[in-house]
């Protein structure tokens, strides 16, 4: 009997004909008491404790492990103590219950996964019964032809649905969009938000777009602002943690609008532009749409074509800006610029393109491009018996690759370069990030003579605990926070004391920016290693850099 019921509830084809085997030993054992079926049965249970771990059910596992002690311990009674052989069935015994035990939960998460689709149906039903783009395009043209009345368009987009799908997986994703789209809709019960339905059941306000993209019109006769204060309501019931499978879930909230009095005010193209506001700003929560994004991706969109067919040798050029020390006047090092000569708009530099170049998938053929024209001109100099160092831009992980690495080393063994001749400048917020395979990287670049620069300090938000344990060179304070001297006095103790910090650190501040001969003096109040800026030299071309060091050197004299 207990071997019927264990047939019936053990989920699992191998498990079950292991089983049925070993209660077959066992009771051919119980019937003859042969030696050999004992050797079977402890073959035929080996193999169900290795099914039990690869099944991974902790259940089976414990009684698994118990029933093989038992046969263990019985079988070497009965070899020492000459005790009856039938006791070895017990563990098989064991076997049972534990199939017994587990048929329950088996059951158990089956009646719970049963239930989950009527769950999920019940949840579901305000997501599925949302109007769709389309039914939002009716209303909305219905409505701009009865009135001119101004609106707004808002697309409001959930975020951090990537960790649910990939944790608990595509069911609970969808029972947490319906949780997400029902508190959303409770700041829309607002008489000025159009309705997507008909006059007797106007609580349906909110149109899903589809994806994690949802959608509302909202009319401005009255209230100008009145989208805003939509928006901002939305973010914050949004916020409030969700509970979905005992677990607490943050979403995040990004909202885009975009005027329905635009020049081109069809449906698509007030779609689109809310669409083009979102991506054009990924940092921001909440987005209007302006005219010159289209403007901004159209250009892009050119130059990305351009990029595809460039040429770098003819249409990229290295420019260079020295590095001064404040204690002495000399020359540190000479920055290269890269800059690309546009046959329409002119000389771009590095931040009008470098985002394209990333989009285009070039950061690397551009960083190898870079670095070889450096190992080049630093080579020229030393030939011109010309000792300064050349440092060049990476504005990616490009240098934390085991390629790059490579590459820089065969390019300093081809030119006879020494330690020291180049120096590579990467964003600060690259170094924030950094994981322990990063930072092995740097450790390689310093053994093999790689000087590394940090630029940017006080551009974007940094932890100011990370900066006391970047190990670099140099780094670069931005010029915005040494251009206002109107705020002198509320900016000196900040910055000098990140210079101090770094200082202290062995690593050589150098502050950007410097136009004027008032701005360096205060940065040499700060204790700054060196200045960069126009007021020393403006960028210029690399073709005329060792003519350039020579004269700057006859000056300095």
């Known amino acids: 009997m207990a071997m019927i019921c264990v047939v019936a509830v053990s989920n699992k084809a191998v498990l079950r004909l292991n089983l049925i085997l070993s209660c077959v030993l066992a009771l051919a054992i119980l019937g003859s008491g042969l030696y050999w079926l004992d050797i079977l049965l402890a073959i035929s249970l080996g193999t169900h404790l290795w099914q039990t771990f690869t099944a991974n059910n902790w259940t089976r596992i414990v009684f698994s492990v118990c029933a093989a002690l038992m046969f263990v311990l019985l079988f070497t009674a009965h070899l020492l103590l000459a005790t009856p052989a039938y006791l070895i069935v017990f563990s098989v015994l064991i076997l049972v219950t534990a199939e017994l035990f587990s048929g329950v939960e088996v059951a158990d998460d089956i009646a719970a996964i049963a239930t989950l689709p009527a769950f999920e149906e019940q949840t579901q039903a305000p997501l599925n019964d949302l109007p769709d783009r389309v039914q939002l395009k009716r209303v909305y043209l219905h409505w701009r032809n009865e009135t001119s009345a101004s609106a707004s368009l808002v697309i409001i987009r959930l975020e951090g649905f990537e960790r649910v799908n990939q944790h608990l997986g595509r069911d609970f994703g969808d029972v947490l969009l319906a949780q997400s789209a029902r508190r959303i809709k409770q700041p829309l019960q607002h008489d000025n938000v159009l309705s997507l339905k008909d006059v007797a059941d106007d609580s349906d306000k909110l149109a899903h777009l589809g994806g994690l993209n949802f959608a509302f019109i909202c009319l401005l006769h009255e209230q100008q602002h009145l989208h805003e204060q939509l928006i901002e309501q939305i973010r914050n019931v949004t916020l409030k943690p969700f509970n979905v499978a005992n677990c607490t879930i943050e979403v995040k909230v990004r909202a885009s609008y975009v005027d329905c009095d635009t020049p081109d005010t069809s449906f698509d193209n007030l779609i689109s532009c809310a669409y083009l506001a979102l991506d054009s700003n990924p940092q921001q929560d909440v987005i209007a749409y302006q005219s010159q994004m289209m403007v901004a991706q159209r250009e892009q969109q050119t130059r990305l074509q351009e990029l595809a067919e460039l040429n770098f040798s003819d249409q990229f050029e290295l420019y260079f800006q020295p590095i001064i020390r404040n ?56 030939m011109e018996n010309i000792a300064y160092p050349l440092s060049f831009n990476l504005f990616g992980p490009e240098m934390f690759h085991e390629e790059f690495i490579e590459l820089v080393e065969r390019l300093i063994a081809e030119h006879g370069l020494q330690p020291g001749d180049l120096i590579i400048e990467c964003p600060l917020d690259i170094f924030m990030d950094l994981d322990e395979q990063g930072k092995a990287m740097v450790a390689r670049l310093n053994s093999i003579g790689i000087k590394v620069c940090v630029d940017g300090l006080g551009d974007s938000p940094v932890w100011l605990a990370k900066l006391s344990t970047l190990h670099v060179e140099y780094i670069k304070v931005a010029p915005s ?25 062995n690593a050589k501040v150098i502050c950007e920016g410097v136009e004027t001969e008032e701005q360096l003096k205060f940065v040499k109040t700060l204790n700054a290693f060196a200045a960069q800026g126009y007021y020393f030299s403006y960028p210029l071309s690399s073709v005329g850099m060792v003519s350039w060091i020579k004269q700057w050197q006859i000056t300095q004299r």
């Open 481 to 505: 926070l040494t251009a206002d001297f109107s705020h002198q006095g509320h900016i000196r103790s900040l910055i000098s004391g990140m210079v101090d910090m770094h200082n202290k650190n």
């Open 327 to 382: 204690q002495d006047g000399r020359i540190e090092f000479l920055e290269l610029l890269l800059r690309w000569q546009h046959p329409k708009q002119g000389i771009l530099a590095a931040h009008r393109f470098i985002e394209d170049i990333h989009v285009a998938g070039l950061a690397y053929p551009v960083a190898a491009y870079v670095i070889e024209r450096a190992a080049e001109l630093a080579m020229a100099l030393r």
